[in-house]
């Protein structure tokens, strides 16, 4: 079945073929609360709702109202290809920028404050939890991208995440579902 492109507010709980139906709040005030009750489950496009069964995710809209959307790849799991690269600009240690390239877009990955963030250039930054953004970069951009490790043990879990003015960073588990 083909996959649906368009902006979806319902989705089903656990697995593709489920009976249990969630709307996604409209307003991104509410996704916080929604996302926080939902932290550990997985969203499907429904089959017995006519959907594709492909997996889904929460997506937070400030233009537009917040909704559901499908992973990237056909089966619905997150299948990212990228180029990594630990550079080093301006003689920066080694370890302290991370160059991501992805198939239609270059991340810089600031993990300390060694180099400054180039709002404009060719990399998006992505931020370390200790590099600082000043509130007029919030406001001018809305948004920016952080990235943070967790100790888990004896392993790192990475967690992305996103601080927009006048609210605090939300962070979401990066993981293989």
């Known amino acids: ?24 709040p409209l307003e991104a005030i509410e996704l916080d609360a929604f996302r ?3 932290e550990l489950d997985f969203f499907w496009c429904g089959l017995l709702l006519g959907g594709c069964g492909g997996q889904l ?15 990237p790849c056909p089966d619905g799991q997150l299948h990212i290809q990228a180029d990594v690269d630990f550079a080093q600009p301006d ?62 043990g004896t392993s790192r879990r990475v967690r992305i995440g996103t601080e927009a003015f006048a609210r605090p960073t939300e962070w979401f588990a990066v993981s293989a579902r």
């Open 57 to 71: 995710t929460t997506k937070l809209c400030t233009d537009r109202v917040c909704h559901f959307a499908h992973h």
């Open 36 to 38: 926080s009750f939902h």
């Open 91 to 152: 003689g920066s240690p080694l370890g302290s920028v991370v160059d991501i390239q992805l198939a239609h877009k270059k991340l810089r990955v600031h993990l300390d404050q060694s180099v400054a963030p180039q709002w404009d250039g060719e990399y998006e930054p992505v931020l370390g939890v200790s590099v600082p953004v000043d509130q007029d970069t919030l406001i001018r951009r809305w948004y920016v991208n952080r990235v943070r490790l967790d100790s888990d």
């Open 1 to 24: 079945m083909r996959r649906d492109k368009r902006q979806i507010q319902t989705a089903v709980l656990g697995r593709a073929d489920s009976e249990e139906p969630l709307v996604l």
